[in-house]
């Protein structure tokens, strides 16, 4: 299925640091998203307006958009490892979630 | 829209969040009734505000576990290809579909999730022996045996098709789905127990990610009890994580499936009406 043995030193390295660095993304979206819907959902009771459903939008796109961005991080790493397989699997998913955003009924 | 019911909406969070990180199954199969059949908010909302939750606790959950290797990326991500593709094709279809055959379909998968929870309650790791992980399998340190486990995925083609129809169930019901999808990666694909939870809590953000902005362009997302659930999920599930560590679970476990097969008959009910 791919070139490379799974076990190579260079493939668990880079693996590694993929998986690490896609935690610390994980992190600083779920994150960033609850800052923004905790502040937005108190802007809210305290005055509901164009300025409390900005920042709690902001908040739920945020949200919506890390798992995206985990898939780009991913395929950077993939390609660099010149894993096509993956590479490919990657590009399929990424593909899925945009038309996730673009497809209309 | 009071403050009540955003406080309503938040404590349904928790206690879904709470439930769930105990149980070590996704909130989301306790969120969407306690949305719909218990404060009265249409199915589809329940389901959108479920599926924002869903991608909460995929990314909170995932961003402690990385760094153990137990999340196996590479057989998430080939996964993860039929859990979107379902997440996606249930996002576009689920406006076609009418409130009884939602329900029913509701009341099928809660059941089944009672049956799951009752017949895996003394579920753990299945040790493999030392062998090639292969291009999709994986290794990582046991912390219960103190040993480096190493396991090969088997039947692939089983382990896409579960994850196709848990990506579907996702997007039409806006629950996780995990639980549909880890027995049998266990049981059949050969992903040790801990490996198949923390893989399948890392795609479940994806899965919901291909269905939840369909719910948004068609205004389903309802923003403060969107977040109201969010916050509400991510404080509800700490709390039990600090919990779970000091609780025995399995008498709550047979509880909650008496819980589930209750929602299921209610949603039965709904379906017949």
Known sequence: MTGERPESRATLDGLDR??????????????????????????????????????????????MVTPLLRVIVSLVAYARMRDWFFVTTTVLVFVMLLLAWLLRP | MSLLLIAAVAGAGATAGWL????????????VPLLNAGLGFDFRVAAATGLMTVIATSSAVSANTAGRNLINLR????????????????????????????????????????????????????LAADVDPGPLGGRFHDDDTGREITYQVKRLPLGMVASLLAGAVSGTLGIGGGILKVPILNAWCGVPMRAAAATSALMIGVTAAASAPQYYARGEINPP?????????????????????????????????????????????????
């Open chain 1, 18 to 63: 993929l998986e690490a660095r896609l935690g610390h993304l994980l992190r600083t979206g779920v994150m960033s998203a609850a800052a923004c819907l905790g502040i937005g959902l108190i802007a809210w009771m305290v005055a509901e307006g164009p300025l409390s459903r900005a920042i709690l939008t902001i908040g739920l796109v945020i949200l």
């Open chain 2, 225 to 273: 009890i969107a977040a109201a659930a969010v916050l509400g999920v991510m404080l509800g599930s700490r709390f039990g994580l600090w919990f779970s560590g000091r609780t025995r679970v399995k008498w709550l476990k047979m509880l909650m499936a008496v819980v589930l097969a209750a929602v299921s008959i209610l949603y039965f009910r709904r379906a017949l009406s």
């Open chain 2, 20 to 31: 769930g990180s105990l149980l070590g199954i996704g909130g989301g199969v306790f969120l």
């Open chain 2, 75 to 126: 057989l998430g991500m080939v996964l993860e290809v039929a859990s979107a593709f379902g997440g996606l094709i249930a996002g576009y279809t689920v406006e076609r579909l009418t409130k009884h055959t939602l329900s029913l379909i509701f009341a099928i998968v809660t059941a089944a999730i009672a049956a799951l929870m009752v017949t895996r309650l003394d579920k753990r790791n299945v």
